[in-house]
């Protein structure tokens, strides 16, 4: 049966007999049929990405674990000329923001 599916119907198969591996199985099939570079995130630009902001489109950071925006942020500041301040959002500090 294997050299009779094509990937899409391996994709299909996996599906149904193994729905936990389905997200590997999709990352196969997107790798094999579309190309590594449909896999990896592009790398992140904080300086585009202040290009393309404004006063009433700003940037937001979502944070996840190990994710630490605050030195690439101070350097691109620095470089522009541009006073930042940091202010931790923990318990109290909803007023001062």
Known sequence: WHSNLDGFQKLLLSRV?????????VQHYVHESM???????PPFDLDRCYQDSSPTTPLIFVLSPGAEPMGALFKLAESSSIKVESISLGQGQGPKA
């Open 17 to 25: 007999i193994r729905p936990d591996k389905l997200v590997n199985a």
């Open 35 to 41: 190309g590594r570079k449909f896999m990896d995130p």
